[in-house]
């Protein structure tokens, strides 16, 4: 073997070692020493906190957060709103990212019938995010946003609107909800629910969109993708009076009880029975 490939050789050698020494790390509880071993000089801590508030007299709840994800979970056994908050902040030592950590909190402030979780964050706010799992009653109207995270939402029936910047948005119910408004500017929608009737209206800029609806519910459907496919799956749906093409579909099924306006500018749209 020439000097040229034994050195070739050497070096893949040595980039494979390298590479699994470095996962090894990764992958032990020595990650906040890593980027301080390899000279980035940044150091991250995360603190959690478990907060609630009385929910007996709210019509509406309203979360907002930046750079984290939003889980939200209803159910028709609490008499409490719960919140799980996750603080996470990133500096260049240990000091300074806890000092971080100090400042960041959740603010929850009741206005009339409307409750208000919002996210506060240091007088810097780089390199900091806030995510939120919230427990309430199934019925409340929700609104929830978050500017670089997931939002999730199961077994919640009432009015929900959900809005990210950048991040997938899932939907999961068994009953409702029964009107629904999902944006995300860079991320899939998929949604499985179970409305009797209603309006929902699902847009993304960059991604799919996935719903799974009953069988039997009646739908009057607005699907536009300007680079993708539209499946419609199974069912008996009229096109009388709509339109039907590679990119757009106007149609309805049954009663058309449910309106479904679904917008992507670049991925394909699904339903599912």
């Known amino acids: 073997m020439s000097n040229k490939w034994a050195k070739a050789l050497l070096i893949v050698v040595l980039t494979w070692v390298v590479l699994m020494s470095c996962q090894s790390i990764l992958q032990s509880e020595q990650v906040n020493v890593l980027p301080h071993l390899l000279g980035i000089g940044s150091w991250v801590e995360e603190r959690n906190?478990?907060?609630?508030?009385?929910?007996?007299?709210?019509?509406?709840?309203?979360?907002?957060?930046q750079n984290g994800s939003v889980t939200?979970?209803?159910?028709?056994?609490?008499?409490?709103?719960?919140?799980?908050?996750?603080?996470?902040?990133?500096?260049?030592?240990?000091?300074?990212?806890?000092?971080?950590?100090?400042?960041?909190s959740t603010d929850i402030s009741a206005e009339g019938n409307r409750l208000v979780i919002r996210a506060v964050f240091s007088s810097t706010k780089m390199h900091e995010s806030i995510s939120y799992t919230v427990t309430l009653?199934?019925?409340?109207?929700?609104q929830a946003k978050t500017s670089?995270?997931?939002?999730?939402?199961?077994?919640?029936?009432?009015a929900v609107t959900l809005n990210t910047s950048n991040g997938r948005i899932t939907v999961t119910s068994e009953q409702g909800p029964k009107e629904l408004i999902a944006r995300t500017?860079?991320?899939?929608?998929?949604?499985k629910a179970a409305p009797e009737s209603g309006c929902y209206n699902l847009r993304t800029s960059n991604g799919s969109v996935r719903i799974e609806l009953p069988e039997e519910l009646g739908i009057n459907l607005s699907a536009k993708t300007?680079?993708?496919s539209i499946n419609l799956g199974s069912g008996n749906w009229s096109f009388e009076g709509g339109r039907i093409s590679k990119n757009q579909v106007d149609a309805k099924r049954g009663n058309g009880e449910?309106?479904?306006?679904?917008?992507?500018?670049?991925?394909?749209?699904t339903l599912q029975d």
């Open 49 to 65: 906190e478990s907060l609630a508030h009385p929910s007996a007299e709210l019509a509406e709840l309203e979360v907002e957060s």
């Open 72 to 104: 939200l979970i209803g159910s028709d056994d609490v008499d409490e709103i719960t919140i799980e908050a996750r603080y996470r902040a990133q500096a260049s030592s240990q000091a300074s990212a806890n000092k971080k950590l100090e400042q960041m």
């Open 137 to 142: 009653p199934s019925a409340l109207l929700v």
């Open 148 to 158: 670089n995270g997931s939002l999730e939402a199961t077994d919640l029936s009432g």
């Open 185 to 191: 500017s860079n991320g899939s929608i998929t949604v």
């Open 226 to 228: 300007s680079n993708g």
């Open 258 to 269: 449910l309106e479904l306006i679904i917008t992507t500018s670049n991925g394909s749209i």
